[in-house]
């Protein structure tokens, strides 16, 4: 059963490691991933919220499925196992309120995300 | 070395850009990105090393495409990769020909690596072999390989000719030396199996209880230091050419096996039950006549003519006139570049010499003869005393000198023997004369 605590804006919710690695030590290849991560996941995000009201469990499946290895790279660790867990439940056609709950909670932390990374600049953050 | 071309097929824009980046850190790889199946097949036929394919694509499945690839493009490696662990997946898909099967993690990366080296490799291998056998067939190029322009062997090239633009069965006949293997492998090499394996098997020199397991293979266990599998010549040629040297020596009995698996073209391994098809040209050759074997009960018949095909005689060395002396330069030429020293002639008299000589050993004794007098030659030009034969037995020789009846009888018996391997029973033959009357004189060192 998945914990949905909430976190706080203090907590780095990302680790760009895996992608700095892969770039080699360019920086402006990470800044260049980070921004389509930021202009790819609100679409993913939106299909996997139409899936839900409109019950299709295929889009809803589709989205996550797309949407795992680009959390899997961001290092998004609240995410990892959470991603595979909404596949699964809309694999399995689980109940809209553990779905539902289940999708909220991805929203929330991909909006802390997101806006971290908006601001990792200006914080400091990496 | 071209770079090597490395096509991925990913609709993830993140998953695909960050993948083709981290290859293209590789300067060796020219890494092309394809989000949908049909942008990539409009390049399929830039023929990559390796393909990444993801398995859920917007305008094709993965296996859609993986069949397609494999129909046109069969060599190629295709690796598989998926958002997830499909284990029932993952078998189909490999049954249905994809390189290897992953699952996007952290670990993908290093895996894809992993499979490049592996393929660079495999690439080195195919460029070396390809090397190989181009040197393999410019060695064996005709006007290399296969000199001469005597009348007789005129008649041979006419007959080469034929068996190089066809895929029958040849038999080659000549006495020792005369070179039927370097013209088994010169029909080879020049003809539309050049590419594939050219095996050469000795009948002679396989002890009998032996040969149906080197040409056949055998099982493990299927007897005494059969310890592991191994498969038999006829399966190593498939596809090219199995060439077998001295087949007047097979024993009867294997006869019988040979002539089965000529007429099945499928072999079962000593020990083993099951069927194996091949399909390989045959080349046989022999110093015998095996027409005359035939005649003899030596040979089976039915065999004879299942291997006669397009007979190819090649005339003994004393019959090819000026050929001696085209040899002779061509094996001197050869053995100065190989040893890397300046250019060597022969001296009027030592070509008078090599013309005179009866050749026993053919073309063999020639190079062994060559190579010896280029070692003794002092200076740039080859002298008659640095041509030794070594069993000085020339015919010509043996008339200048002035010796007894018994003495000229000796020396054309040595001759004879030298010309037949000792083989008593046939210089018998030969001469007219008792096989017991030459044991007589070998016993008693007259001869």
Known sequence: MTNYNTTTMEEKLYNLEQIELMSGGNSLFVEKMVNLFIELTPELMNRIKTGLIESDYLEIKSAAHKMKPSIDMMGIGKLKNEIRNIEKLALEHADVMTLNNAINYLDSILNQVMLQLKNRDKEGLN | ?447
């Open chain 2, 1 to 447: 070395m071209d770079r090597i071309k490395i096509f991925i097929i990913e609709d993830d824009p993140f998953y695909g850009e960050i993948i083709q980046y981290n290859l293209s850190l590789n300067p060796e790889l020219d890494v092309q990105l394809f989000n949908t199946a049909e942008s990539f097949f409009k390049k399929l036929d830039e023929n990559p090393a390796l393909i990444t394919l993801d398995y859920s694509l917007p305008d094709m499945t993965g296996e859609a495409v993986l069949k397609r690839i494999k129909k046109t493009h069969p060599d190629i490696p295709v690796v598989v990769v998926s958002g997830q662990e499909d284990l029932q997946t993952a078998i189909r898909l490999l049954k249905d020909g994809a390189y290897d099967y992953l699952t996007k993690d952290e670990d993908t990366k290093e895996r894809i690596w992993s499979i490049i080296r592996n393929i660079r490799e495999n690439l080195n291998l195919r460029e070396e072999i390809s090397h190989l056998k181009d040197q393999i067939s410019k060695k064996f190029d005709f006007s290399k390989s296969v000199i001469g322009n005597s009348p007789v062997m005129k008649k041979v090239y006419t007959l080469v000719q034929k068996a190089v633009s066809s895929s029958i069965t040849l038999s080659i006949n000549g006495e020792t030396g005369t070179g039927k293997e370097v013209i088994a492998k010169a029909i080879h090499f020049n003809s539309k199996l050049k590419n594939k394996p050219f095996v050469s098997v000795n009948i002679a020199a396989i002890p009998k209880d032996l040969i149906e397991s080197e040409l056949f293979g055998h099982e493990k266990g299927a007897f005494t230091g059969a310890i592991a599998r191994r498969i038999g010549k006829f399966e190593e040629a498939d596809g090219g050419t199995l060439f077998l040297d001295e087949i007047g020596e097979m024993d009867v009995n294997m006869q019988s096996k040979l002539l089965r698996v000529l007429q099945e073209k499928e072999v079962t391994r000593v020990g083993g039950n099951g069927v194996i098809k091949v399909n390989c040209r045959i080349i046989v050759a022999t110093h015998r006549d095996l027409a005359d074997e035939v005649r003899k009960g030596n040979f089976r018949e039915d065999l004879y003519y299942r291997l006669l095909g397009l007979p190819i005689h090649l005339p003994p060395l004393r019959m090819r006139g000026n050929d001696i002396l085209l040899l002779a330069k061509h094996f001197i030429a050869e053995y100065c570049k190989e040893n890397d020293i300046g250019k060597l002639s022969l001296s009027p008299p030592s070509q008078h010499k090599l013309l005179k000589y009866e050749w026993p050993g053919n073309v063999r004794e020639l190079k062994a003869v060559i190579e010896l007098a280029c070692v003794m030659a002092d200076d740039d030009i080859i002298e008659q005393d640095h041509i030794q034969f070594s069993k000085n037995y020339s015919m010509d020789n043996v008339m200048n000198k002035e010796m007894s009846l018994r003495e000229y009888s000796n020396n054309i018996i040595k001759h004879f023997l030298l010309k037949y391997n000792d083989d008593v029973v046939m210089v018998s033959k030969k001469l007219k004369i008792g096989k017991s009357t030459i044991y007589r004189m070998l016993q008693t060192k007259s001869i």
